[in-house]
Structures are given as C-alpha cells and as structure tokens.
C-alpha cells in the first residue's frame, strides 16, 4: 500500500498537532522574537514542529475544516509547504507569530475536538 492511499485516523492526526504544540510550548519558553533569532536550535525545533502540524493538517484533509472551522487552514497548510521549500526565504516574525498568537487557539479547538471524537466514539 502507497502512502498515498494510506488512510490517516483523525484521532492520531489531532494527537501530532496537540503533541507538537507542547513541544513548541516548551521550546519556546520565555523565548520573544529577538530570543529566538539568536537562538538556532530552538529555531530549527519549533519549524520542524510547526512543519508536522502543518503535515498533520494536510492528512486531515476537509475533515479539519468540519472538526475546527474557526482555523485557517488553508495558512496551516501553507506555512508546511513554505517551511519545507522555501525555508531559506522564512520571515521568522511571521514564525513568532504563528507561535505566540495563533497556536493557543489552534491547540484549544484541537483539544476540544479530540474530546468530542473520543466521547463520540468516531475515530
């Protein structure tokens, strides 16, 4: 079987993005913009985090505008393919921001839909 054609479960997917934002939590610690310019192993931890977010995004396909609808997932998806192509050309305030404004809440309706898939019994 392709991996391709392989079938991602959601439950896995929102686990990656859950698990992937902790860790960008705790790499990002008391760190603001200037902190992570000077900072390139937690710069290149939190892109590759924020890199499989944005894959786990992608393996959720239209199910993630149907589970989280206030997210923006078309940008979600964007930065992945931004951080793998043309990472020689990432504005780390654009990074910073992603970080310090859009994943708390990204991580919150991610929580809330892990749950209602579990109580739910859909995976």
């Known amino acids: 079987m392709s991996g391709r054609s392989r079938q991602h ?7 990656d993005i859950l698990d992937n934002i ?3 939590e705790g790499y990002a610690g008391r760190l603001d913009l ?3 310019k000077q900072d390139g192993l937690r710069r290149d931890a ?7 977010i944005c894959e786990a995004a992608h393996r959720l396909g239209d199910r993630a ?3 989280m609808p206030d997210q923006a997932w078309e940008d979600i998806r964007g930065m992945g393919n931004r951080l793998r192509h043309a990472y020689d050309r990432i504005d780390l305030a654009v990074v910073w921001n992603v970080v ?3 994943l708390p809440s990204l991580k919150a309706d991610a929580a809330q839909a892990l749950e ?5 019994g859909e995976a």
Request: glycine letters at 6%; one cysteine or more.
């Open 9 to 15: 479960r959601i439950v896995d997917c929102l686990e």
């Open 22 to 24: 902790t860790r960008i």
């Open 34 to 36: 200037d902190g992570l």
């Open 46 to 52: 939190i892109e590759r985090c924020l890199e499989r």
């Open 65 to 67: 505008a149907a589970l």
């Open 100 to 102: 310090s404004e859009r």
């Open 116 to 120: 209602r898939l579990r109580t739910g």
